[in-house]
């Protein structure tokens, strides 16, 4: 049997809609790494375009993810894991994830998928980030026998300051297709939702793509979208700035959240 690849990338479109006043709705192409925790070394051979912790084209750096120390991410997640009580879905983790592009990273959301030893999915880790810096994970399990391709339903109370343009009430809902990462061409699809005492507020959507980590493709989805990361802060600013001007009632940053991880649950 063929040893599956260390590492892919997905590419697509990623669509959000506010559902509070002022409506708005935009979507944009996307496109991220994901990599397996275990074989970075392996993916960083592969390509001469990535790097790992090091100046790339495209590049992965272990200061901008997990406790952002600059530390490996794998034993941090691991330890999460085990916190919540999760220790035998550390045995493969992928992470997916937008890199640096040209030494510039910014990641709306990316994804610590936790397997067992039999390589079933046990529980993920959503890493939130906001433009003002912040950072937090929503650690969840997985309903048991979730194989690839069916959806996983869960949720997790918000926790971070995310749009100055809501406030911290209400949760979110996750609902994404289990992902495959020993097939090269697979799907994933990822849709969150976020509301307060069952009103929504917003909706975001994520339609991937798997392909094979080369040079060629790399070079190719720069070509197509070049300085994804940049792109995405600057979308990001300027609906801000439409909704502003549309009259959204602005919220200013409150306190940090005392923790890194919060527990969400399945569904």
């Not at 750096?61 to 794998?74: A, C, K, N, S, Y």
């Not at 433009?131 to 959806?151: D, I, K, N, R």
């Amino acid at each position: 049997m063929t040893a599956p690849p260390p590492a892919l990338l997905h590419v697509g479109r990623v669509g959000h809609a506010r559902h509070a006043a002022p409506q708005r709705a935009f979507d944009y192409r996307y496109w991220m790494l994901s990599v397996d925790l275990d074989r970075i070394a392996e993916a960083e051979q592969a390509s001469r375009l990535f790097r790992h912790n090091r100046r790339g084209l495209i590049s992965l750096h272990d200061r901008d993810h997990g406790p952002r120390d600059g530390t490996p991410l794998r034993p941090w997640v691991a330890a999460q894991l085990q916190a919540a009580g999760l220790g035998e879905y550390a045995a493969r983790i992928h992470f997916m994830v937008v890199p640096r592009v040209l030494g510039y990273a910014f990641n709306p959301i990316a994804f610590f998928f936790c397997h067992d030893s039999a390589g079933r999915l046990g529980a993920v880790l959503h890493q939130v980030k906001n433009t003002f810096g912040g950072q937090h994970g929503y650690l969840a399990p997985v309903a048991p026998m979730a194989e690839h391709g069916s959806t996983v339903h869960q949720t997790a109370a918000k926790q971070m300051h995310v749009s100055p343009f809501f406030d911290l009430n209400g949760g979110y809902e996750f609902a994404f297709s289990v992902p495959d990462f020993a097939d090269p061409e697979a799907a994933f699809r990822l849709r969150i939702r976020y509301g307060a005492a069952g009103a929504p507020r917003m909706s975001a959507a994520m339609r991937l793509v798997a392909r094979k980590l080369t040079d060629a493709a790399l070079l190719r989805l720069l070509a197509r979208m070049p300085f994804t990361p940049l792109r995405v802060m600057a979308a990001i600013h300027w609906q801000a700035l439409q909704l502003w001007r549309g009259g959204a009632r602005f919220h200013r940053e409150p306190e940090r959240p005392a923790t890194a991880v919060s527990l969400g649950a399945r569904v």
